[in-house]
Each structure stands twice: as C-alpha cells, then as structure tokens.
C-alpha cells in the first residue's frame, strides 16, 4: 500500500510526502490495535460445560438454573450427554445440549433443562400469565432419533415444594415436539384448543401425582405464547383447583434414544 501512494505522488511536495507517509502509518497502527469483537463478548458470557449427571449451573443471578439431569441414564446400555449457556442477554438465555444414547429404547435418559428460580410458589388463581419465548433448533439428529422438547410444570398443596416431590399433586407437560414416536404417561383423552392450536391431550400418572400432557399436532420451534391458558384449561375442564400452587417451572428435552444437538437460540419464562 505504501509503494503505490508514493508511485502515485511521486511528483507531490515533500511536504505532500511526508504527510502521506505520517498518514499511512497512523491508518496502519489503527489497522494494527486489537479490537474486541462481538465473537469475544459472547465467548466471555459461555458457561461452564455440564457433563456429570447431576452438574447444574446457576444462571442469570440465580434466575434460572441449568440442569444436565441424566436422570434415566442407568437404563441406557452406552452414552452421554452435556449442556451449555453460551450467551445471556437479559433475562434471555441461549443454550445447547448434545446427546448420543442407545439401548432402553422405551425409557427416557434425561431432561436437561433450563430451571425457572423465581415467581414460584403463587396460586394459579393468583397468576396473571406466563409469558414464553423459545426459539430452538435440532441439528446432527439421527435418523432414529426418539425424543420430545417440553415444558414441565409442577403443581403441589404446599407454595414452598419443589416439582417431583412427595408432596407434588399434578406434573403439566407442554409438548413442543415428539420424534420418532415418543409419548407421554398415560393415553389421550382428547384434545384441547389453546392459543389457536389444537394440542393432543394426555392423562397418566407417575409416582404419586397425576401428567397431563399437552401434545403440539406438529413440530413448534418458533413459541411465543403464554403458559397460563394450560393452567386455565385444567381447572376449568378437568377437575383442577386454582388454589394448587405452580412451585417449579422448566424447558428442556427428554431423548429416550438416538444422538442430536438441541440448540436454543432463545429462552425466556416469566410468572405474572
């Protein structure tokens, strides 16, 4: 670049010139200074990777948790599993998890979610809604992929219990996606319209507390909606008190068998 300013100036003033030559080295140590990029602030906000079956990882000031949770890996004959934050922007996380697991082909593995931390142990008569943004993707998914991408939410008698618990009443699961077909406890009992789509609705019971299951008719990975109209639909059709207390409130997915990527390019859960 230097050789063809000064071809190009050659009959300028040597003041000329030497300006010229200031210039460039000036525009050259600019060129030269290191620059933090957004790659660099994104790769500064990455979690730790979560391998270990119960490793968790507070998020966002505790607001949320992240749960590898290889709850069913002892049904599996081989395979692992690991989550990833690897950007926050507010309230928003952005998240992956990578799986291969294989045998057991009817039990679930995991449920690595993000855990919802506050505005829990409110009535559902109490809560106004329950806003929901998540944009997720699968990639690298094997062609025998068995698995579901679903919210959970724990209802319970006592405000200050945690989900899967002795005292837990009704576990509500929003089904986002089933391939190759997995289900949910119990069988269908019928269908609910909600939010403008009609959901397969499932009933069964695990342990001591009684699913349901709102099953999407096909694949969501765009959801902008509100959780509430779930809760709603529940007391107002099937029998359940708006006094239970909505005490855990998580998204995630559950693989039963296969490999995939689950990646999340945006989660973000509040209760009103």
């Not at 529940?234 to 409130?249: E, H, W």
């Amino acid at each position: 670049m230097y050789k063809s300013l000064r071809s190009r100036w050659r009959s300028s003033s040597m003041f000329f010139q030497a300006f010229s030559v200031s210039a460039v080295v000036c525009f050259a140590l600019v060129l030269s200074s290191p620059i933090p990029d957004q790659e660099t602030t994104a790769l500064a906000k990455r979690g730790a990777v979560l391998s270990g079956q119960w490793d968790t990882e507070s998020e966002v000031g505790r607001r949320f948790i992240l749960e590898n949770n290889l709850w069913g890996m002892s049904a599996a004959t081989s395979g692992s599993q690991n989550s990833q934050v690897t950007a926050t922007s507010g309230n928003t996380i952005t998240w992956h998890t990578t799986y291969t697991w294989q045998g057991g082909n009817s039990d679930v593995k995991s449920y690595a979610n993000l855990d919802l931390r506050v505005g829990l142990g409110k009535s559902i008569s109490s809560i106004g809604s329950i806003p929901v943004t998540w944009q997720w993707s699968y990639s690298n998914a094997s062609s025998g992929l068995v698995a579901d991408v679903s919210y959970d939410l724990w209802l319970s008698n006592v405000a200050s219990s945690s989900g899967a618990s002795s005292t837990s009443t009704y576990e509500v699961m929003i089904w986002l996606s089933t391939r190759g077909g997995a289900g949910p406890a119990g069988s269908q009992i019928g269908t609910a319209t909600i939010n403008g789509v009609t959901w397969k609705l499932y009933q069964g019971t695990v342990s001591t507390w009684t699913v349901y299951s709102f099953v999407a008719p096909n694949e969501i990975s765009s959801f902008d909606s509100d959780l509430k109209p779930f809760l709603t639909y529940l007391t107002s059709n099937r029998g359940v008190s708006s006094s239970q207390f909505l005490v855990q409130a998580q998204g995630g997915t559950e693989p039963f068998i296969g490999s995939a990527t689950l990646s999340t390019s945006a989660y973000a859960i509040s209760i009103n």
